[in-house]
């Protein structure tokens, strides 16, 4: 099988002024963990909605009061998202919102070493079924693709076809991007940035700081 543009495989979204005046709030070192949070729901519909509009669907009519009839559509994916913990628990109430068709959820716990920057797995757990399904993995951050590289090799070991994935993510360094689909080019990938630069300690930049800890208001 040819790999495919990875270009292709990317869906940045639309940089228009509410979006960057949203990512403005969550880059601003000054932003309360309340307002952080409030705001990475709003960015995180947007990336759920964009998710979704890859997802098939069907022709599906209904009447509405006037007695006339829409010709409509429905999802017909079988999803289940799969949140790298902590931080990606942050994105999975824009997806119960977001989709009305059959929703599930995984959990996957990584940690990065902060010097080599290698990720271990610590934990998962997946539905029964989990093969059969479109997985939306949540995960604000994407640095150096390590976290995101092991997390679908666990989905993968599954039984999840590589092509049945979508990685969702706030903030992807170019890096990662890169080190990602050289190692899986059949996924795809939903984001509301792309920043250049990673630093020595492998942080994106300018990037937002931890994510979890200014979630979830553990910040020292």
Do not use: W
Request: aromatic share 8%; proline share 5%.
């Amino acid at each position: 099988m040819d790999q495919p543009c990875h270009q292709k495989q990317i869906f940045l979204l639309p940089q228009g002024n509410t979006l960057l005046s949203l990512m403005t709030i969550l880059r601003d070192k000054n932003t309360s963990s309340t307002r952080f949070a409030e705001i990475t729901e709003k960015v995180g519909d947007r990336l759920i909605s964009a998710a979704l509009d890859i997802l098939p669907s069907e022709n599906f009519n209904v009447v509405s009061p006037t007695g006339t009839v829409y010709e409509g559509v429905r999802p017909t994916a079988n999803v289940c998202g799969v949140s790298i913990l902590r931080a990606g628990a942050s994105l999975e109430n824009s997806l119960r919102r977001g989709y009305t068709g059959p929703l599930s959820f995984g959990k996957i716990l990584i940690q990065r070493d902060e010097t080599t920057g290698l990720p271990t797995l610590f934990y998962s757990k997946f539905p029964s079924s989990i093969a059969s399904k479109t997985i939306l993995i949540l995960e604000p951050m994407l640095a150096t693709g390590g976290s995101a590289s092991a997390a679908i090799d666990v989905i993968k070991a599954q039984g999840v076809p590589e092509e049945n994935i979508i990685f969702v993510n706030i903030v992807a360094s170019q890096q990662g991007i890169k080190n990602l689909f050289e190692r899986f080019p059949f996924i795809r990938l939903v984001t509301a940035a792309v920043d250049k630069e990673l630093t020595t300690n492998y942080i994106i930049s300018p990037g937002l700081g931890d994510f979890g800890d200014r979630f979830y208001g553990t910040c020292d």
